[in-house]
T-cell receptor
Framework: AQSVAQPEDQVNVAEGNPLTVKCTYSVSGNPYLFWYVQYPNRGLQFLLKYITGDNLVKGSYGFEAEFNKSQTSFHLKKPSALVSDSALYFCAVRESRGNEKLTFGTGTRLTIIP | ETGVTQTPRHLVMGMTNKKSLKCEQHLGHNAMYWYKQSAKKPLELMFVYSLEERVENNSVPSRFSPECPNSSHLFLHLHTLQPEDSALYLC??????????????FGPGTRLTVL
């Protein structure tokens, strides 16, 4: 069975500081990994994904994530936080083979403090 | 906008009512999904349709009945719901269900309140 954990329900970061939102996963084979963001009263928006290749993946709005196979992690990062980055962030994983569904984490609420 | 629309955006219904949620995607995708989002819980996948055929039903109660008349439209018919069914219902679509095509695009959701 596949699973994903987001250990922090809430992350607060001062505007302009770097931010990290943590995600660890468990799959039986190779993973496909995704980050989504949800703004208030909106659906989830795709940010970035890791399929294969370079472990550092760059996505929308200046976000990036690093795939670490040994630590089974896929943390989301941004060098300088903006107030507009405040939202709910979801990590998701699926097995690379077959038709496995996406498994989502419980979400991390990121608040950027002006 | 993601190319996936949902109506209505808000719905309040009694336990004896019958209502339907509608989802439409304008992306040419072949797969569509219904998710339930409750506070502080992971997204719960309810149904998956691929090329208009249901390929997954995650033990969802029969008071939720999906319908996919074509690859662009997905409905969720609701009847005799319970207050614990109150949640945000999200529709999503993807190019396919296998390989790298499982990147999903979400609609804005329908906020359902069952009284």
């Amino acid at each position: 069975a596949q699973s994903v954990a987001q250990p922090e329900d809430q992350v607060n970061v001062a505007e302009g500081n770097p931010l990290t939102v943590k995600c660890t996963y468990s799959v039986s084979g190779n993973p496909y990994l995704f980050w989504y963001v949800q703004y208030p009263n909106r659906g989830l928006q795709f940010l970035l994904k890791y399929i294969t290749g370079d472990n550092l993946v760059k996505g929308s709005y200046g976000f990036e994530a690093e795939f670490n196979k040994s630590q089974t992690s896929f943390h989301l990062k941004k060098p300088s936080a903006l107030v507009s980055d405040s939202a709910l962030y979801f990590c998701a994983v699926r097995e690379s083979r077959g038709n496995e569904k996406l498994t989502f984490g419980t979400g991390t609420r990121l608040t950027i403090i002006p | 906008e993601t190319g996936v629309t949902q109506t209505p955006r808000h719905l309040v219904m009694g336990m004896t009512n019958k209502k339907s949620l509608k989802c439409e995607q304008h992306l040419g995708h072949n797969a569509m999904y219904w998710y339930k989002q409750s506070a502080k819980k992971p997204l719960e996948l309810m149904f998956v349709y691929s090329l208009e055929e249901r390929v997954e039903n995650n033990s969802v109660p029969s008071r939720f009945s999906p319908e996919c008349p074509n690859s662009s439209h997905l409905f969720l018919h609701l009847h005799t719901l319970q207050p614990e069914d109150s949640a945000l219902y999200l529709c999503a679509s993807s190019l396919g269900t296998s390989g790298t095509y499982n990147e999903q695009f979400f609609g804005p959701g329908t906020r359902l309140t069952v009284l």
